[in-house]
């Protein structure tokens, strides 16, 4: 069976079990809404039609979900006329789950609503569970997070590479590394133009995931390394 309704300024063409965006209805989820301006309804060929409505006709629906729709912009402009107008509006939606095409008068039953009811419950236990659960735990978890966030700290500071001993070069004479950028290599352990010169791709890549430099950039900065590692 199906039914035509509408609600909202618009019609729709429904069976049970449809899920549908309509127009905002008040409602939480898992209500029951009923929408009585029931156009038409029928099974297979047979299909009654109303004088604007069906007398006794009405269509039950689970809400599912409240949301929104994407932002529509109207914009408007007049020529010469230094006139300009842009309005956005963003339509309410409930999605709702059809449960019931009702005929002649009958009344919506509320295995719907019992089930929102079931869940709601369910989802009380777990919380209760779950507060129970945190009281339980022994305080030494707590005590310990502060220190594994200092160690997480710790290793996120730790330099990418070991500075190797002796005097640093000054990386600025690099094409493309200026004083900024030699620090920043320098805070990682890059001080030298033999070290630069000898990075391998593997080393390239780890620069490029955790500093501000790409692949290409390094790569070049490798090649000029070799030739004033030479001198």
């Given at each position: ?20 965006k ?16 029931v ?66 008068g ?11 009811e ?5 989802k ?10 945190a ?23 730790a330099?990418?590479?070991?500075a190797?001993?002796?005097e ?9 590394i ?51 590692a030479?001198?």
């Amino acid at each position: 069976m199906f039914a035509v309704i509408k609600t909202g300024g618009k019609q729709y063409r429904v069976a049970a079990n449809d899920l549908l965006k309509i127009e905002k209805v008040e409602g939480q989820v898992g209500d029951i809404v009923e929408i009585g301006h029931v156009l038409a309804h029928g099974e297979g060929e047979n299909v009654t039609f109303g004088a604007p409505f069906v007398d006794g006709a009405l269509v039950t629906a689970e809400v599912v979900e409240q949301g929104k729709n994407r932002t529509v912009i109207a914009f408007k402009k007049r020529r010469r006329q230094n006139s300009r107008r842009k309005i956005g509006h963003r339509q309410l939606l409930t999605t709702v789950r059809i449960a019931e095409i009702l005929l002649g008068g009958a009344k919506p039953s509320k295995k719907a609503a019992a089930k929102a009811e079931a869940k709601t419950e369910a989802k009380a236990e777990i919380a209760a569970k779950a507060e129970m659960k945190a009281e339980a735990a022994p305080k030494t978890e707590a005590e310990a997070a502060p220190k594994k966030e200092a160690k997480a700290t710790e290793t996120a500071a730790a330099p990418l590479f070991k500075a190797p001993k002796g005097e640093p070069d000054d990386l600025t004479v690099i094409k493309g590394i200026g004083p900024v950028a030699a620090g920043q290599l320098n805070e990682q352990g890059i001080t030298t133009f033999a070290q630069i010169a000898k990075l391998s791709d593997k080393d390239i890549a780890k620069i490029d995931e955790h500093m501000p430099f790409s692949a290409d950039q390094i790569t070049d900065w490798r090649e000029q390394a070799k030739d004033l590692a030479k001198k």
